[in-house]
């Protein structure tokens, strides 16, 4: 029964299910190190030279009385195109299956330092936007945008944010960490990378597959059970 429950402890604090905190340092060391701490994940570049870091979190708070938001469906692509001076990303996120009663989320895309938002859109089935003003912070050494996302019941919206990163140069390698939000279940992800001539970049994701697209053009698929 002891190994079943440290079993079950590490997974749901593998899949963002509980956080663990310590005042003692050297354990809260180890659980920073795991990814168990709830805390915002730093650089994973090891050698700054020609390898950039990126990062994405989206955390999500229901300004509803009722749950509604848990019980909807989402999806999450993310295209990150890195032939020009700047990294460009595209996040699209997909509300469906709206059932219990409308959303309304204050949603926050935690970034890495000095990303410039473009824009951030809310479209409906039928192509209408809606543009969103985005509130601009800086937390945890992250740039935070924030936006408050209605979506009526039984309706269907996309949001779309487009953003900019700096990115080294002369580039030989990309690492991009998506961090989960705590408590949130499992979502269906999908990441496509366009880059140069360099080595396969690598995305940091729970049961990620890749597949080569086209020459230049990679795609992972995950359903973000962890970091």
Request: glycine share 6%.
């Amino acid at each position: 029964r002891v190994i079943e429950l440290a079993k079950t402890l590490g997974e749901n604090l593998n899949r963002k299910h509980i956080a663990v905190y310590s005042k003692y340092s050297k354990l809260e060391g180890v659980l920073k190190e795991a990814g168990w701490d709830g805390g915002v994940r730093g650089a994973t570049c090891i050698n700054a030279l020609e390898c950039t870091d990126d990062y994405l979190q989206v955390v999500e708070s229901n300004l509803n009385l009722a749950k509604n938001s848990f019980n909807a469906k989402r999806e999450y692509k993310l295209e990150v195109d890195l032939m020009g001076e700047k990294a460009a990303h595209k996040l699209t996120v997909s509300y469906s299956r709206v059932l219990t009663g409308p959303i309304k989320d204050y949603l926050r895309i935690y970034l890495p330092a000095g990303a410039e938002a473009v824009s951030a859109v809310l479209l409906n089935k039928t192509g209408v936007q809606a543009k969103l003003e985005l509130d601009q912070d800086t937390e945890w050494g992250k740039a935070v945008y924030g936006a408050v996302v209605e979506v009526p019941k039984n309706e269907t919206r996309e949001l779309i944010v487009v953003w900019n990163t700096n990115k080294e140069a002369v580039l030989t390698q990309y690492n991009l960490v998506w961090q989960k939000q705590i408590g949130q279940r499992d979502l269906p992800a999908s990441i496509t990378i366009k880059y140069p001539n360099i080595k396969r970049p690598l995305v940091f994701g729970a049961k990620k597959r890749s597949e080569l697209t086209k020459k230049g053009q990679i795609r992972y698929t995950t359903d973000l059970t962890q970091d």
